[in-house]
């Protein structure tokens, strides 16, 4: 059976095109974001990420499902679509959210809870990659990100585990996160129906003694192939 996930007809409803009207309608749906623990019990959580192909042309977007207490991967989607919007600082999701919501419906179980490779409310309106993907799905989402899009934060301890705040006008925003010993921090923010404490909790929770948490390392690694994907006879450890 497929996933049901059903977004509107149109998760950029109001969108003129423009970069001005995404900027506004950001502002719009940042408002229908909920920072509060509204998720089921977990039993499987899915990782989503987005790569390119064709020098930019097509956006592919892979979806990893995984047992949420094993963290085995149970199932995979790829999806590929028409790139239709450039690279705009900030206006990412206007670029990858339509393969996202094709990916979605190629699983066989909507997820409890979607880890995806982005920003979730660290975002300068609030409205990351995971918050946009939540609101328009009704989904509970994290954002795990590899990078500051705003905010600042104090220093980080070296060891797993320590975390401190990022703030961005006087609001706490989401996380810094070392996931690892001396790595390079990961920036957790909430997307949808999880709060900030959880958010950095369930992600320091799916470690598997990498960097990314292991649902988005499954799906980073999965759209960021080439060529055709191994059918669904293939075993998962010979992928992954």
Known sequence: ???TVAPPASPFQGWNGSAASARALQ???ARQVRIVDDYPPLGVIAGVDVGFE???AVTRAAAVLLDADT???????VARVPTRMPYVPGLLSFRELPALLEVLKSLPRVPDLIFCDGQGIA??????????????????????AKNILCGEHDELPAQRGARVPLMHRAETIGWVLRSKDGVRPLIVSPG?????QSAVDLVLGCGRGYRLPEPTRLADRLASRRGPMPGPESRTMELF
């Open 123 to 144: 975002h300068p309106r609030r409205l990351g990659i995971a918050s946009h993907l939540g609101v328009v799905t009704g989904l509970p989402t994290i954002g795990v």
């Open 1 to 3: 059976m497929s996933a």
């Open 192 to 196: 949808h129906r999880v709060s900030m």
């Open 71 to 77: 963290l085995l991967p149970l199932a995979q989607a």
């Open 27 to 29: 502002v719009s749906l």
């Open 54 to 56: 064709e020098g930019g």
